[in-house]
């Protein structure tokens, strides 16, 4: 459906300059990372201003997951991130969660890792056992943010926004930690990764630039 997605994200760019230039745009419609690309790249708003969200879900559920596993509230569970692609290439970041104050990668094994990752990956499709779709946990993460942007209350998440060199990146958007406020994006903000979890993100972003590369 990507090119119909395009198409109809362009012409909701078309309105928006034309009503609206000077609002934050937050996108969740799919495939996520292209469309805020394309969103940002035809309005010409500043990327700041056109923000992703689907990170910070792919995150909650990386959380829960790990809750689930380790049998512990989730506020036990620090820095469980998900990065890059909202989509099959999508890089959940296992080298700096804590799971009760201890590093996981210390309790899990090679294994286990994967079989998060897929668990991860493939949660929307256990969704559809029970409902049509997963639109409750994206609205609670976009409700988030728009109480940030309107409240003016810094808040960080995972967020898609277009990169300009950072993790070493350009003409993709895609998923990265970020700190959100009234102005949009305020910081984006550099984590340090281990060696696989880089070339992982190097991957997820090739696979988001194919993408925009195929579109007609």
């Given at each position: 459906?990507?090119?119909?997605?395009?198409?109809?994200?362009?012409?909701?760019?078309?309105?928006?300059k034309k009503y609206c230039p000077l609002a934050?745009?937050?996108?969740?419609?799919?495939?996520?990372?292209?469309?805020?690309?394309?969103?940002?790249?035809?309005?010409?708003?500043?990327?700041?201003?056109?923000?992703?969200?689907?990170?910070?879900?792919?995150?909650?559920?990386?959380?829960?997951?790990?809750?689930?596993?380790?049998?512990?509230?989730?506020?036990?569970?620090?820095?469980?991130?998900?990065?890059?692609?909202?989509?099959?290439?999508?890089?959940?970041?296992?080298?700096?969660?804590?799971?009760?104050?201890?590093?996981?990668?210390?309790?899990?094994?090679?294994?286990?890792?994967?079989?998060?990752?897929?668990?991860?990956?493939?949660?929307?499709?256990?969704?559809?056992?029970?409902?049509?779709?997963?639109?409750?946990?994206?609205?609670?993460?976009?409700?988030?943010?728009?109480?940030s942007i309107i409240k003016n209350e810094d808040?960080?998440?995972?967020?898609?926004?277009?990169?300009?060199?950072?993790?070493?990146?350009?003409?993709?958007?895609?998923?990265?930690?970020?700190?959100?406020?009234?102005?949009?994006?305020?910081?984006?903000?550099?984590?340090?990764?281990?060696?696989?979890?880089?070339?992982?993100?190097?991957?997820?972003?090739?696979?988001?630039?194919?993408?925009?590369?195929?579109?007609?």
């Amino acid at each position: 459906m990507i090119d119909a997605q395009v198409k109809m994200i362009k012409e909701i760019t078309n309105q928006i300059k034309k009503y609206c230039p000077l609002a934050i745009v937050l996108i969740v419609s799919n495939p996520l990372d292209v469309l805020t690309f394309v969103f940002q790249k035809e309005t010409q708003l500043s990327r700041n201003k056109v923000i992703g969200i689907a990170s910070s879900l792919d995150s909650s559920r990386f959380r829960y997951l790990l809750s689930e596993k380790f049998k512990v509230k989730q506020s036990r569970i620090i820095d469980a991130l998900v990065l890059g692609e909202h989509g099959d290439s999508m890089v959940p970041i296992f080298s700096r969660v804590k799971v009760n104050h201890r590093n996981l990668l210390e309790i899990i094994n090679k294994s286990e890792k994967e079989k998060i990752s897929t668990e991860i990956r493939d949660y929307w499709k256990s969704l559809r056992n029970f409902k049509s779709r997963s639109q409750y946990g994206i609205a609670k993460n976009t409700f988030d943010v728009i109480r940030s942007i309107i409240k003016n209350e810094d808040l960080t998440i995972p967020a898609s926004i277009v990169l300009n060199g950072e993790y070493g990146e350009k003409d993709v958007s895609m998923g990265i930690p970020v700190k959100l406020n009234q102005d949009g994006v305020k910081e984006i903000i550099e984590i340090k990764l281990d060696k696989s979890e880089n070339e992982l993100l190097k991957i997820s972003a090739q696979t988001i630039r194919n993408y925009i590369k195929s579109l007609n």
